[in-house]
């Protein structure tokens, strides 16, 4: 679970007197607690930056009514894929099940964007995907990628411009560990990027070490 804001008691205190008072100034603000202005200006930028207050030049500090909840889910809407991108990991149609799985380990990814001559993506390969067919007796060299993989129209894409959490939506209800991040062209799909769970997850504490 992601951590809501936590504030100190002095923080707290200046809520208090902001919704009972707004709006008010900042110098009212450091009278009602015995303090200079200097001294409270960290904490009234803090809940300003944080969105619990807002300001207006010659009116005062007013109380923006948004619990830690409703902040969080704010600033979750403004985090987009584009900001957290990798590069992607891609292997041609034709390349061999057991090349796929030496690029998987020397690339430590757990999955492969397969493209075609045109560098379009057709297909992913997943490491389940490599598994199952390394199980058997299957010569991998003889084997192609194009036999094995998801394909087209079942593979699940995002754009740089969508937004992180409906992506992250996307992995838990596919139950897949990445996505290709594409840009559409007149002939298909281009593999401009990834996201993967790695990334959402560093996208999260990010924005938890933020508040």
């Keep these: 679970m992601v951590r809501t804001i936590e504030l100190n008691k002095r923080q707290e205190h200046i809520l208090q007197i902001v919704k009972d008072n707004g709006p008010i100034t900042g110098e009212h603000i450091a009278d009602q607690l015995n303090l200079t202005r200097a001294t409270l200006r960290p904490d009234l930028a803090i809940l300003t930056m944080a969105g619990f207050l807002d300001a207006r030049p010659r009116v005062g500090y007013f109380y923006t009514g948004k619990s830690g909840t409703q902040l969080l889910t704010e600033n979750l809407q403004k985090i987009f894929v584009k900001d957290y991108q990798s590069i992607p990991v891609v292997v041609n149609e034709n390349v061999s099940v057991y090349d796929a799985i030496c690029t998987m380990f020397l690339e430590d990814v757990g999955t492969l964007f397969v493209v075609d001559q045109h560098s379009l993506l057709v297909g992913v390969l997943s490491r389940k ?55 559409q062209t007149e002939k298909g799909y281009e593999v401009v990027g990834r996201i993967t769970k790695t990334n959402i997850t560093k996208a999260f504490v990010a924005l938890g070490q933020d508040m």
């Design 129 to 183: 995907d490599l598994l199952r067919a390394s199980i058997g007796k299957q010569e991998l060299t003889a084997i192609p990628v194009n036999i094995i993989m998801t394909r087209m129209p079942n593979i699940t894409m995002c754009e740089r411009e969508d937004l992180l959490i409906d992506v992250a939506k996307r992995l838990i209800e596919k139950q897949i560990d990445a996505l290709p991040i594409v840009k």
